[in-house]
Nanobody, 127 residues
């Protein structure tokens, strides 16, 4: 059974940082895209970032570009999201996504046809 378990969320002040982790189990994901989405209260889930199998190709939503960094460790079957210069508008539940495709590249990258989702981790940024 495939599981994606996120961790690292929490409450932080504006300008602060957090590091999210997503540990996958049940099968290796070292040949697939992995990424992150987020869903703010009352809004749809939106793409945040994705990384290819090797970690060399990364994709970001414009709203987080320059502030967030995605990375992965295939030996640990884990993807990370380093978030810096956090803003109140970054407040959301962050979901890990695995085994999907990249669409909208290069202007509006996103991840589509995601096969596996995590349960989400709450990130709250206070002003």
């Amino acid at each position: 059974q495939v599981q994606l378990v996120e961790s690292g969320g929490g409450l932080v002040q504006a300008g602060g940082f957090l590091r999210l982790s997503c540990a996958a189990s049940g099968r290796p994901f070292n040949t697939t895209y992995m990424g992150w989405f987020r869903q703010a209260p009352g809004k749809e889930r939106t793409f945040v970032s994705a990384v290819n199998w090797s970690g060399r190709l990364t994709y970001y939503a414009d709203s987080v570009k320059g502030r967030f960094t995605i990375s992965r460790d295939n030996a640990k079957n884990t993807v990370y999201l380093q978030m810096t210069s956090l803003k109140p508008e970054d407040t959301a539940v962050y979901y890990c996504a695995a085994d999907g495709l990249i669409g909208g590249y290069p202007n509006t990258p996103t991840m589509t046809e995601v096969r596996y989702w995590g349960q989400g981790t709450q990130v709250t940024v206070s002003s």
